[in-house]
């Protein structure tokens, strides 16, 4: 079975300073692997994904992610943290069920809070 | 402007009641899904399907139910049955694996919120 764990349900960083969530995931297949970000009372948006191409995989907003098959993990960063990046953001593994289904697992989500 | 519509935004529901939440897209996308969402636990999967006419169920399917008779239409019942479905609740659409345009990445709705009073 696939599945991702996000360490830290909230984390805060001053306004200006480096964004870290981290996201390790368990999964017995080449991992297609995401981020979204989600604002208050809306839906979930891409923010990047690696589907085996480049480890290092850039997204919207400024943000990337390294995938490290040898640590499990595909953690998310941003060099200078903006306000505008205060929301929710989920990790995500894609999950082959016993009968083919492809659909997508997701973590517990870690809400960020940029201090000014 | 391509995406997936969600329906009401917000709904109040008594206890009893059911109801049933819509979900529209224009993206010419086989597969469907309904996640449901609470404060700490995520987004867990109630139902998918991966083509008209058939549908699966996901982690949390009891009081719940789902049709899919046209490719773009994925309604969800919250039946009386279920026994807390106060929660936010966001459709998702996306390719077939296998087809050109898929990448495993899904396409969200708005989110529906519901609350039983």
């Known amino acids: 079975a696939q599945s991702v764990t996000q360490l830290g349900s909230h984390v805060s960083v001053s306004e200006g300073a480096l964004v870290l969530l981290r996201c390790n995931y368990s999964?017995?297949?080449?991992?297609?692997l995401f981020w979204y970000v989600q604002y208050p009372n809306q839906g979930l948006q891409l923010l990047l994904k690696?589907?085996?191409?480049?480890?290092l995989v850039k997204g919207i907003n400024g943000f990337e992610a390294e995938f490290k098959k040898s640590e499990t993990s595909f953690h998310l960063t941003k060099p200078s943290a903006h306000m505008s990046d205060a929301a929710e953001y989920f990790c995500?593994?894609?999950?082959?069920?016993?009968?083919?289904?492809?659909?997508?697992?997701f973590g517990t989500g870690t809400r960020l809070t940029i201090i000014p | 402007d391509g995406g997936i519509t969600q329906s009401p935004k917000y709904l109040f529901r008594k206890e009893g009641q059911n109801v049933t939440l819509s979900c529209e897209q224009n993206l010419n996308h086989d597969a469907m899904y309904w996640y449901r969402q609470d404060p700490g636990q995520g987004l867990r999967l109630i139902y998918y399907s991966q083509i008209v006419n058939d549908f699966q169920k996901g982690d949390i399917a009891e009081g719940y139910s789902v049709s899919r008779e046209k490719k773009e239409s994925f309604p969800l019942t919250v039946t009386s049955a279920q026994k807390n479905p106060t929660a936010f609740y966001l459709c998702?659409?996306?390719?077939?694996?296998?087809?050109?345009?898929?990448?495993?990445?899904?396409?969200f709705g708005e989110g529906s919120r519901l609350t039983v009073l």
């Open positions: 995500a593994v894609r999950t082959i069920s016993n009968f083919g289904n492809e659909k997508l697992t």
């Open positions: 690696y589907t085996s191409a480049a480890t």
């Open positions: 999964s017995s297949v080449p991992p297609y």
């Open positions: 998702a659409s996306s390719p077939q694996p296998g087809q050109g345009a898929y990448t495993g990445e899904l396409f």
